[in-house]
């Protein structure tokens, strides 16, 4: 088992490019999330998902859109990359709602 | 007011020493409660689970105070790999059950 992989590890974008944020995990888990982690902020929960077809907001979600096409895949979309996206990006997977979450390594994003 | 609040240290220990963290939560539905460490660098790995009753898993008790809302974390013998973020975690009901984190308290263990 691979757990929850995340790509790429390191990015740099320029103030409002796009990309995407991918995350997989082969562990057939039904709730995925996707937080970000800023210095003095701790994590901070973007979106969730709690099975395919279906994802909402969290703490965070503007400026980031997400979809749920299979269990495995759940990625992340900046839609225009601003300097206040900087972060490192954890995507998280768990079997069930009272499980605790397995993290992938993370993504760090640089926004120039 | 925070949802999850912790110390933030940092707590610097000799090795051997006892090191107890607390960590308190404001909502009173939460029903999920662990503890995950965090090295430098690194993504957030599950320490353990805290039930209700108080669990063990050898140098490390967990205990939950439902009626005080708070969760603590005993370390005994701590050993220099111990050096790490702990993180309170509890979960969100209004949000898929998602997990809310604290910001972590950092440990320092010395020689």
């Known amino acids: 088992n691979a757990g929850v992989t995340q790509t790429p590890k390191f990015q740099v974008l320029k103030t409002g490019q796009s990309m995407t944020l991918q995350c997989a995990q082969d562990?057939?888990?039904?709730?995925m999330s996707w937080y970000r982690q800023d210095p003095g902020m701790g994590l901070r929960l973007i979106h969730y998902?709690?099975?395919?077809?279906?994802?909402d907001q969290g703490e965070v979600p503007n400026g980031y859109n997400v979809s749920r096409s299979t269990t495995e895949d759940f990625p992340l979309r900046l839609l225009s990359a601003a300097p206040s996206q900087t972060s490192v990006y954890f995507c998280?997977?768990?079997?069930?709602?009272?499980?605790?979450?397995?993290f992938g390594s993370g993504t760090r994003l640089t926004v120039v | 007011r925070k949802e999850v609040e912790q110390d933030p240290g940092p707590f610097n220990v000799p090795e051997g020493a006892t090191v107890a963290f607390n960590c308190t939560y404001s909502n009173s539905a939460s029903q999920s409660f662990f503890w995950y460490r965090q090295d430098c660098r690194k993504e957030p790995k599950l320490l353990m689970s805290v039930y209700s009753s108080g669990n063990e898993d050898g140098r490390f008790t967990a205990q939950l105070n439902r009626a005080s809302q708070y969760i603590s974390l005993l370390i005994r013998d701590s050993k220099l790999s111990d050096s790490a973020t702990y993180l309170c975690?509890?979960?969100?009901?209004?949000?898929?059950?998602?997990?809310?984190f604290g910001k972590g308290t950092s440990l320092l263990v010395t020689p």
């Open positions: 998280a997977s768990r079997q069930d709602s009272f499980d605790g979450y397995t």
């Open positions: 562990m057939n888990h039904e709730y």
């Open positions: 975690v509890v979960n969100i009901i209004n949000s898929g059950y998602a997990l809310n």
């Open positions: 998902s709690v099975g395919a077809g279906i994802t």
